[in-house]
Nanobody
């Protein structure tokens, strides 16, 4: 079984910064993709930033130049550094990953429990 555990959310004033962490644990053969999503009240969940196969990264247009995703492969952990935060960044942030637990296992998608980020104006 695989678990994703997030940390680092909280309340911050506009213009401030937060750093989110997501650690994957359990039976992991290969992490094929891993990233951050967010869901604001009344809105659909959207990709914020993520690593895909081949080490490429994707960012939502709304966060480019403000957010940076990074990772520590040895720790199966990804980070999201969020700078110049805006009230519209307020949402529950979820870590998501596509993981192969064993060489013969199919890829499965996993989600963390979510962490609240609130940006006050």
């Amino acid at each position: 079984q695989v678990q994703l555990v997030e940390s680092g959310g909280g309340l911050v004033q506009a213009g401030g910064s937060l750093r989110l962490s997501c650690a994957a644990s359990g039976t992991i053969h290969r992490i094929k993709a891993m990233g951050w999503y967010r869901q604001a009240p009344g809105k659909q969940r959207e990709l914020v930033a993520g690593f895909t196969s081949g080490d490429s990264t994707n960012y939502a247009d709304s966060v480019k130049s403000r957010f940076t995703i990074s990772r520590d492969n040895a720790k199966n952990t990804v980070y999201l550094q969020m700078n110049s935060l805006k009230p519209e960044d307020t949402a529950v942030y979820y870590c998501g990953a596509t993981i192969k637990s064993r060489p013969w296992s199919p890829d499965r998608d996993y989600w963390g429990q979510g962490t609240q980020v609130t940006v006050s104006s």
